[in-house]
């Protein structure tokens, strides 16, 4: 295992994380899918990986519950991130939540504390003062954010006095590793890691021709499997921190192998060049989507029947505050486009968010595969 510093801070943690969303709640949960998860997370402490990234979100507290128990007697082996609810980045709601986390966690303090996604209803001020705050006094180690535009987090600094955040924890993958990849000199310079979620997601999807090619090349070259090669791309790149999530000990074995070969840089250019999917603007009218959330009005939208977190009023207000909207990610078939299947609800919230802000009058800012 390769470990770098998060951020500018002397907090070593592997270059390959874990995530642990997806294990159930306090209410509604598998004990043997609990189990095997538990079980997993022994394993990949034994094979190097500290670092475990969790969330209040994730099943409302269950999972920061079960990875506390996991490791209540390793507690100083591993290095803990987890993530406050948008909702609660009010000065009441920030001291609370990290108090009922580190409870729930069984543990003094949390290592790395993000922001799960901006909450545009509330002043950055407000939450990056509270933030400061816990930090000196004990109750975590490192800011970091989640989803925040290079805009965002350049904001960042106005508010914070003492210290300054360690990470931004986007989506990085081959598709658009464009938009993720041409601000890391901005990373790099200020010593801000990149944590990235999604890397190993649309490898059934079909590349074209000279993509296929160079892929099968360095697989047989370095005897590899397609996500162990995308793994050590990404990790070799400087302030690059990656997450993964699996509940199949095989799969966690198959990254765990990623880091005894190194791509050259030549290797590392034709990945960069080979691989870009650059933001376009599709007509709204161009996109399919099932009829039962075409036909919704802007007061069906607002009440977010689909309990889409975050809903797409708050995307469409962070666009409004902050002039940042993630692209949507569209698949194109016979002149038309649709939602990316892995993700639906995930980019389906971005297209009715967009229905708020224009409706069906101004092309959607999209990554077409």
Not at 63 to 92: M, W, Y
Not at 199 to 213: E, G, M, Y
């Amino acid at each position: 295992m390769i470990y770098k510093n998060l951020g500018s801070s002397n907090i070593r943690v592997s270059t390959l994380g874990l995530g642990t969303n997806g294990i159930g709640n306090f209410q509604n949960n598998n004990p043997d899918k609990t189990h095997n998860r538990q079980k997993i997370y022994q394993f990949a402490l034994e094979r190097g990986i500290n670092l475990f990234d969790t969330a209040e979100l994730y099943g409302e507290g269950y999972a920061e519950f079960i990875l506390g128990e996991t490791f209540k007697k390793k507690r100083e082996q591993i290095v803990i991130s987890s993530k406050v609810n948008p909702d609660n980045c009010t000065h009441f709601g920030l001291k609370r939540s990290i108090k009922e986390s580190i409870k729930r966690l069984g543990t003094d303090y949390i290592d790395l504390y993000q922001i799960h996604w901006i909450n545009p209803f509330v002043e950055l001020e407000e939450t990056f003062t509270i933030l400061e705050e816990l930090v000196l006094a004990g109750y975590i180690r490192a800011i970091g954010v989640c989803n925040f535009s290079i805009s965002m987090v350049a904001q960042t600094s106005k508010y914070l006095k003492k210290i300054k955040i360690s990470s931004n924890h986007i989506e990085i993958n081959l598709f658009n590793q464009y938009e993720a990849l041409k601000n890391l000199h901005y990373y790099q310079e200020n010593k801000i890691s990149i944590i990235g979620y999604g890397v190993l997601n649309h490898l059934n999807l079909n590349f074209t021709k000279k993509q296929q090619a160079f892929l099968d090349d360095l697989q047989k070259e370095y005897n590899k499997t397609l996500s162990q090669i995308l793994i050590r791309y990404f990790t070799s790149l400087e302030s690059i921190i990656l997450l993964s999530r699996t509940d199949n000990i095989e799969h966690l074995k198959t990254n765990v192998g990623s880091f005894d070969f190194n791509l050259t840089a030549k290797q590392r250019q034709q990945f960069y060049k080979l691989f870009q999917y650059k933001v376009q603007t599709i007509p709204m009218e161009k996109i399919k989507i099932p009829q039962q959330f075409k036909k919704f009005n802007n007061f069906e939208i607002f009440k977010n029947q689909n309990n889409l977190i975050p809903s797409p009023l708050t995307i469409a207000q962070t666009f409004v505050k902050y002039n940042y909207f993630k692209p949507l990610k569209l698949l194109e078939k016979n002149d038309y486009y649709y939602l990316d299947s892995y993700d639906f609800y995930g980019e389906l919230k971005k297209y009715l968010a967009w229905r708020i802000l224009y409706d069906f009058s101004k092309p959607i800012p999209s990554i077409v595969f």
